[in-house]
């Protein structure tokens, strides 16, 4: 089939980024630079020129900036994105007759007599033609631009003419810079290429990229063992845990728990009268997910909650479990929206092999899933007006994700700062495309990787394109579901390693708190994951004053990250190797802010090694003495060249956090 227009000759492909083939948008932060490349090329030797256009979906004109020819065909332009929400891009390119010409004068100039090794005549280099082409090119550009740049331009199309008809012996370059820049600013874009599409990329807050979060459950915040924790008692609580360096305060669902088939202490699935329930078991004849649970307070004081977080520089993140106890309002008022067997039942929700016997799935082929997917939007919408604007989503994998595109693409048109962080531990593809789907974190399976191979491994897979484009992790050492192995197993050197490792590998990690301080290590049962006398069930209490706490490593490690732009975003992350497989080496940058960390995995005994560091990568030269300083400690050390030593004792302190005291060389202002 002929094309509408076969003379547009120039080929892009290959745009980065993009996410599948553009389907999704790619994904940056506020105030990026993002460096858009592509290949771009014409037949034959005629030279190429290019554009990046892009705008704020809001902005109806676009923005345009020259394409940079990098290496081997492949071009390069940025912009910076200074708005929040839905941008565009995209490349146009053409064949530039100009710039084809005036290399060609050159290569004709260069060729005069007396130049070295020349001996013809400037006409027989067809000079004075080629410079009556380059003044039909100069007119056309004048034809182009507009006002005094048209004026210059025909000015200097008659000056080569001039020339031309002068007949010299020899020529000058006739050709100035000003000249050169005046006519790329007026391309002919008659014939130009635009690529087949307008890709899209969303630009989150800075906090969808770092944040340090802190769960816990407010039933047990009270200073009374005897009561109920309330809101007000989560507000006392503020400032410690805005002491500890957390930015986002994650509380599981505060609705109404159900009554039917309650469960209680240790996931037992019967319960007495006092036991509190599951509050993911959501709903009751009080109400569904837009309530609050009467024992925790009123709404004025969720309202306070949320307000004096922001005054602790924290923000509040609730929990969505899309999902419904018996007694919730939905199952009466809607029973289209759940499965309802021959026998009039429905089958109990399950993320296989966990059963949850308290609560009931949501259809998502229910015939009215228009209604279904408008309510669930809405409870959304229902706390973000009450300015909560990070959400923490229960197995979002366990509903459709056409669903969430839609509904997260609905939020985000009005609210583009809302941050939604997927809780789906499942298979590697249905994580990557919930996050494709809209989410702006994820959790991840760095709680089941604890090796030096399996934590390189992974790392290295997600925290480099094409993954980063759309996927920013988020890492815990232990939820209220998981309590893995090794902490049961390590002892207080464990809970330090995989504070360190989860705080310094990931930008964004978070904590299921008052366990992790205090070190809460019994599982309920051998083999299992989940915790003795679970929180989940049954109200707990903690001694935050416990001498053991860890909190003032907590503390250390998350003004770290603060103080260190370098631990606060995941693209640098780099790892070095050690002759050792149980110290893991790994460094991260931003600007002038370099950070290498030397981790003793092994929780039983000492572990040395020399470390084989990068010093590319560190843009550090070969034989150089440089200071390094462990933040973890402020001792400084002296390290020569690439191999440095060291010996890591887990019970004093298993790993260094180091800071190279030094100017590296930086040699691109890009965000890693
Ligand atoms: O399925 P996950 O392991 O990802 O866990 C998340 O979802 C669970 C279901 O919402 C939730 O499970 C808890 O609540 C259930 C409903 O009340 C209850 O039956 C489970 O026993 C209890 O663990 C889990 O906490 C959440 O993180």
């Given at each position: 089939?002929?094309?509408i227009e076969?003379?547009?000759?120039?080929?892009i492909?290959?745009?980065?980024?993009?996410?599948d083939?553009?389907?999704?948008?790619?994904?940056?932060?506020?105030?990026?630079?993002?460096?858009?490349?592509?290949?771009?090329?014409?037949?034959?030797?005629?030279?190429?020129s290019?554009r990046?256009?892009?705008?704020?979906?809001?902005a109806?004109?676009?923005?345009?900036?020259?394409?940079?020819?990098?290496?081997n065909?492949?071009?390069?332009?940025?912009?910076?994105?200074?708005?929040?929400?839905?941008?565009?891009?995209?490349?146009?390119?053409?064949?530039?007759?100009?710039d084809?010409?005036?290399?060609?004068?050159?290569?004709r100039?260069?060729?005069?007599?007396?130049?070295?090794?020349?001996?013809?005549?400037?006409e027989s280099?067809?000079?004075?033609l080629?410079l009556?082409?380059?003044?039909?090119?100069?007119?056309?550009?004048?034809?182009?631009?507009?006002?005094?740049?048209?004026?210059?331009?025909?000015?200097?199309?008659a000056?080569?003419l001039?020339?031309?008809?002068?007949?010299s012996?020899?020529?000058?370059?006739?050709?100035?810079?000003?000249?050169?820049?005046?006519?790329?600013q007026?391309?002919?874009?008659?014939?130009?290429?635009?690529?087949?599409q307008?890709l899209?990329?969303?630009?989150?807050?800075?906090?969808?990229?770092?944040?340090?979060?802190?769960e816990?459950?407010?039933?047990?915040?009270?200073?009374?063992?005897?009561?109920?924790?309330?809101?007000?008692?989560?507000?006392?609580?503020?400032?410690?845990?805005?002491?500890?360096?957390?930015?986002v305060?994650?509380?599981?669902?505060?609705?109404?728990i159900g009554?039917?088939?309650?469960?209680?202490?240790?996931?037992?699935?019967?319960?007495?009268e006092?036991?509190?329930?599951?509050?993911?078991?959501?709903?009751a004849?009080?109400?569904?997910?837009?309530?609050?649970?009467?024992?925790?307070?009123?709404?004025?004081?969720f309202?306070?909650?949320?307000?004096?977080?922001?005054?602790?520089?924290?923000?509040l993140?609730?929990?969505?479990?899309?999902?419904?106890?018996?007694?919730?309002?939905?199952?009466?008022?809607?029973?289209?929206?759940?499965?309802?067997?021959?026998?009039?039942?429905?089958?109990?929700?399950?993320?296989?092999?966990?059963?949850?016997?308290?609560?009931y799935?949501?259809?998502?082929?229910?015939?009215d899933w228009?209604?279904?997917?408008?309510?669930?939007?809405?409870?959304f919408?229902?706390?973000?007006?009450?300015?909560?604007?990070?959400?923490?989503?229960?197995?979002?994998h366990?509903?459709?994700?056409?669903?969430?595109?839609?509904?997260?693409?609905?939020?985000?048109?009005?609210?583009?700062?809302?941050?939604?962080?997927?809780?789906?531990f499942?298979?590697?593809?249905?994580?990557?495309?919930?996050?494709?789907?809209?989410?702006?974190?994820?959790?991840t399976?760095?709680?089941?990787?604890?090796?030096?191979d399996?934590?390189?491994?992974?790392?290295?897979?997600?925290?480099?394109?094409?993954?980063?484009?759309?996927?920013?992790p988020?890492?815990?050492?232990?939820?209220p579901d998981?309590?893995?192995?090794?902490?049961?197993?390590?002892?207080?050197?464990?809970?330090?390693?995989r504070?360190?490792?989860?705080?310094?590998?990931?930008?964004?990690?978070?904590?299921?708190?008052?366990?992790?301080?205090l070190?809460?290590?019994?599982?309920a049962?051998p083999?299992?994951?989940e915790?003795?006398?679970?929180?989940?069930?049954?109200?707990?209490?903690?001694?935050?004053?416990?001498?053991?706490?860890?909190?003032?490593?907590?503390?250390?490690?998350?003004?770290?990250r603060?103080?260190?732009?370098?631990?606060?975003?995941?693209?640098?992350l780099?790892?070095?190797?050690?002759d050792?497989?149980?110290?893991?080496c790994y460094?991260?940058?931003?600007?002038?802010?370099q950070?290498?960390?030397?981790?003793?995995?092994?929780?039983?005994?000492?572990?040395?090694?020399?470390?084989?560091?990068?010093?590319?990568?560190?843009?550090?030269p070969?034989?150089e003495?440089?200071?390094i300083?462990?933040?973890?400690?402020?001792t400084?050390y002296q390290?020569?060249?690439?191999?440095?030593y060291?010996?890591?004792?887990?019970?004093?302190?298993?790993?260094?956090?180091f800071?190279?005291?030094?100017?590296?060389i930086?040699?691109t202002?890009?965000?890693?």
């Amino acid at each position: 089939m002929k094309p509408i227009e076969g003379r547009k000759r120039v080929v892009i492909e290959g745009i980065n980024p993009q996410v599948d083939c553009g389907r999704y948008p790619a994904k940056r932060i506020l105030g990026d630079i993002v460096t858009v490349t592509a290949a771009v090329f014409g037949d034959g030797h005629d030279h190429v020129s290019g554009r990046l256009l892009y705008r704020h979906s809001s902005a109806k004109d676009w923005q345009s900036m020259p394409l940079s020819p990098l290496t081997n065909d492949l071009w390069s332009a940025s912009y910076t994105v200074d708005a929040l929400g839905d941008w565009l891009y995209t490349l146009e390119a053409w064949v530039d007759h100009f710039d084809t010409w005036s290399a060609d004068l050159q290569k004709r100039l260069a060729a005069q007599p007396g130049q070295p090794g020349v001996s013809s005549s400037a006409e027989s280099q067809d000079i004075p033609l080629a410079l009556r082409s380059g003044a039909l090119l100069l007119e056309q550009a004048a034809g182009r631009a507009k006002g005094p740049d048209s004026k210059r331009l025909a000015d200097e199309a008659a000056r080569l003419l001039e020339l031309a008809n002068a007949k010299s012996e020899t020529y000058d370059n006739p050709l100035t810079d000003e000249i050169l820049a005046l006519v790329a600013q007026y391309p002919d874009l008659t014939l130009a290429t635009r690529y087949s599409q307008d890709l899209h990329l969303w630009v989150d807050r800075e906090r969808a990229r770092y944040s340090t979060w802190y769960e816990l459950f407010p039933r047990s915040t009270s200073p009374d063992p005897a009561r109920h924790g309330t809101f007000a008692d989560v507000q006392a609580l503020l400032p410690t845990i805005a002491a500890m360096g957390f930015d986002v305060l994650y509380m599981p669902p505060i609705h109404p728990i159900g009554k039917a088939f309650r469960k209680g202490p240790n996931n037992s699935v019967t319960s007495t009268e006092t036991d509190p329930g599951s509050p993911w078991a959501i709903g009751a004849k009080e109400g569904g997910h837009k309530s609050i649970l009467a024992e925790l307070g009123t709404l004025k004081d969720f309202d306070a909650l949320v307000a004096a977080t922001r005054e602790h520089g924290m923000e509040l993140a609730l929990d969505i479990a899309f999902q419904c106890s018996p007694d919730h309002p939905w199952v009466a008022e809607h029973p289209d929206w759940f499965n309802i067997r021959p026998d009039g039942s429905i089958q109990y929700a399950e993320n296989p092999p966990k059963k949850y016997q308290d609560i009931y799935p949501l259809n998502f082929e229910s015939p009215d899933w228009r209604g279904l997917w408008e309510a669930l939007r809405d409870v959304f919408t229902h706390w973000i007006k009450r300015d909560v604007k990070i959400f923490r989503v229960d197995n979002p994998h366990t509903k459709a994700i056409p669903f969430w595109e839609w509904c997260i693409g609905e939020i985000h048109k009005k609210y583009p700062d809302v941050i939604f962080l997927a809780e789906a531990f499942t298979r590697p593809h249905v994580m990557y495309s919930l996050a494709k789907a809209g989410f702006s974190q994820s959790y991840t399976y760095f709680t089941w990787r604890n090796r030096k191979d399996e934590l390189r491994e992974y790392f290295e897979e997600i925290t480099k394109p094409p993954v980063t484009d759309f996927f920013h992790p988020n890492l815990w050492p232990n939820t209220p579901d998981i309590l893995h192995a090794t902490l049961q197993n390590g002892g207080r050197p464990a809970f330090m390693q995989r504070l360190i490792l989860a705080a310094t590998l990931g930008a964004n990690y978070g904590m299921y708190g008052p366990a992790y301080e205090l070190g809460e290590n019994l599982p309920a049962k051998p083999g299992s994951e989940e915790y003795l006398n679970s929180e989940k069930y049954e109200i707990r209490h903690w001694d935050r004053s416990a001498s053991t706490s860890l909190a003032p490593l907590i503390t250390k490690v998350n003004q770290i990250r603060r103080t260190n732009p370098a631990l606060q975003s995941d693209g640098s992350l780099h790892f070095h190797n050690v002759d050792n497989s149980n110290i893991l080496c790994y460094s991260k940058w931003s600007g002038d802010n370099q950070i290498l960390v030397a981790i003793n995995l092994d929780p039983t005994q000492e572990q040395a090694g020399w470390i084989d560091l990068d010093l590319k990568e560190l843009a550090i030269p070969h034989n150089e003495t440089f200071d390094i300083e462990d933040l973890l400690t402020g001792t400084h050390y002296q390290w020569h060249d690439r191999s440095n030593y060291v010996a890591l004792r887990p019970d004093v302190m298993p790993a260094h956090i180091f800071r190279l005291l030094r100017r590296p060389i930086v040699e691109t202002a890009q965000t890693p």
